[in-house]
């Protein structure tokens, strides 16, 4: 009598059903990462107009609604990470009470930890437009006042800074309680997901590489105008680059996807080289020429994305699937979880979003023109 294998496997003719894949549970994630993200954010903005600089305490629904958009995926990527941490912890389940209350206050701090850093940041660019400002003043006052003026305004920052992480985790315990009581006092750290995939999913290597190279294509077409603008040449290239990395990064997604790594690797190092010389010695020609770039948010994040994208595709190159000891062999390892998969795709996403967002003119105030920050973006 033949035996019949159903969901994958059978014993004594008696099928046994294949373990569900866990899936992440994006009806707990995002609802905790909106509600954190956007009272973070208002906390910020109201310490912004009490001790930041002038220029940016105008308008500020708006910039804490551009703001705090911004940074949710760093807050998606926050409650995603304490999630899977979680799970690894205690298992798909909370199955006790203490379990339960320790994975809520994990999300509280993970989403603490992503406000910090956004207030951290946000303290030190107001400190930097304050510093200005006193330098400014020195032809006014003696130096002995700038110098104290300057002092203060550091101090004042970094209380700033104290106070307004204890209100950021106070509000997120509270948010992560009240948003887990809304929904009936459940919260999942994993779901089952038993309906078979009908292809076998993207490699977590081929998975950054796609998205880091969207991400950078997208960037870098925000850019086109601000260059076309003031020099043709670059706005063109911009758009070369971004056609590229954009095609590119669909060819990752594909099956055959290794013959399109040379030119992944190649795509990435070029811009990194242009984007080195040209903040350090200045690029040779140009209506700038030997004149160093300055270095923005833009640009720092492109060239997050572009090393990313070049060290991972010099280990795809490389073989790094192989088995030591194996010539030709690649290692048999299992996919990468769904929770795993999604924090690195996430974290290229949120890298993404803030590089665009520093495209923006007039995104950290009215600090510089519009020039100032588009010029400054990644060549």
Known sequence: MTEKTMSGSSVDGHSIAAPARQAVPWLTVLPLAAV??????????????????????????????????????????????????????????????RKFIATGLLIAAAGTLAGMAQLAVNSAWDYALQHRLMGAMHHAATGSSVSDLDQASLTVQLVSIAYGSGIL???????????????????????????????????????????????????????IPGHLDHWAPAGAFFLVLALAELILGLRMLGRHHRGALPAVAAASAVPLALWLWSRTAGLPFGPEAGVPELVGLADIAACILELATLVVAIVLLRGGNALPGRKGATAARPPASAHLRSITALAAIAVGVLGMAGTVPGWFGEAGSASDISHSAHP
């Open 36 to 97: 954190m993200a956007y009272a973070d954010g208002f906390w910020m903005v109201s310490l912004r107009g009490a001790v930041g600089a002038i220029e940016r305490t105008q308008e500020p629904f708006a910039s804490w609604l551009r703001e705090s958009t911004a940074t949710l995926p760093v807050f998606v990527l926050a409650v995603l990470a304490a999630v899977t941490l979680a799970m690894r912890w205690f298992g798909p389940a909370l199955s006790r009470p």
């Open 169 to 223: 985790l106070v509000t997120n315990v509270v948010l992560t309680g009240w948003v887990v009581a809304m929904r009936g006092g459940r919260m999942d750290i994993s779901r089952a997901q038993r309906r078979p995939a009908r292809t076998a999913p993207i490699g977590l290597s081929r998975l950054l590489v796609a998205v880091a190279l969207f991400g950078s294509a997208a960037i870098h077409g925000a850019v």
